[in-house]
């Protein structure tokens, strides 16, 4: 089932915050978290693995709260480089020491950074 | 770091003719490749999975006999579109992922239009 992003579109000045958050009505096992520019493919932001884990990397951090299903994306002190479309993606099994299961994604969040 | 190759970027062909994508893992062997689909606007979705040396497996919706894949090698994973239409326009994406607990390493995507 598809994880639900929200909100849809933002549109920041560069140096503002934004926040993305996603959503499922099933069990995560781990959220990935990817940023597209158009007609590119997808790149990785962060992957969060357990619940209550927090990352971070520069000025881009995430939050993954298991019991809650949910989990944000932090864009802090915004630059013209992060507009894109944003995507959660979640994995429909645990690991279970066997292959990976492909990742099922949001609907994405398109940010575009004004200057 | 972890890288998958994808060609051909873009190919246009006549309604009724085939086409080839072809994904590799130059630097680590991938026993399973994944395929997705985006049509304009829209989100990544999961098409297919590509196992090294037997069958794929499909999502559901997705006809086999028409997204011929095959995975002949650790590294190489096809994926033929078979008397393609208008409606098989799209940008195909292929990834893998190295190990548990790494995000997916995404090609750069094929944008195949059908005229």
């Known amino acids: 089932q598809q994880p639900v992003q929200s909100p849809q579109a933002v549109i920041l000045r560069e140096g503002e915050d934004a926040v993305i958050n996603c959503s499922s009505s099933?069990?995560?096992?781990?959220v990935h978290w990817y940023r597209q520019k158009h007609g590119e493919a997808p790149v990785f932001l962060m992957i969060?693995?357990?619940?209550?884990e927090q990352k971070g990397h520069e000025k881009i951090s995430a939050s993954f709260n298991e019991k809650k299903q949910q989990s944000s994306l932090y864009l802090t002190a915004s630059q013209l480089s992060y507009s894109g479309t944003y995507f959660c993606?979640?994995?429909?099994?645990?690991?279970?020491?066997?292959?990976?299961?492909?990742?099922?994604f949001g609907k994405g969040t398109h940010l575009i950074i004004q200057p | 770091g972890a890288v998958v190759s994808q060609h051909p970027s873009w190919v246009i062909c006549k309604s009724g003719t085939s086409v080839k994508i072809e994904c590799r893992s130059l630097?680590?062997?991938?026993?399973?490749m994944f395929w997705y689909r985006q049509f304009p606007k829209q989100s990544l979705m999961l098409m297919a999975t590509?196992?090294?040396?037997?069958?794929?497996t499909y999502e559901q919706g997705v006809e086999k006999d028409k997204f011929l894949i095959n995975h002949a090698s650790l590294t190489l994973s096809t994926l033929t579109v078979t008397s393609a239409h208008p409606e098989d326009s799209s940008f195909y994406i292929c990834?893998?992922?190295?190990?548990w607990g790494y995000g997916y390493t995404f090609g750069s995507g094929t944008r195949l239009t059908v005229v």
């Open positions: 630097d680590f062997q991938a026993t399973t």
């Open positions: 099933k069990a995560l096992y781990s």
């Open positions: 990834s893998a992922k190295v190990r």
């Open positions: 590509s196992n090294e040396g037997s069958k794929a």
């Open positions: 993606g979640t994995e429909r099994a645990p690991f279970s020491g066997g292959g990976a299961d492909g990742l099922t």
């Open positions: 969060l693995l357990k619940g209550g």
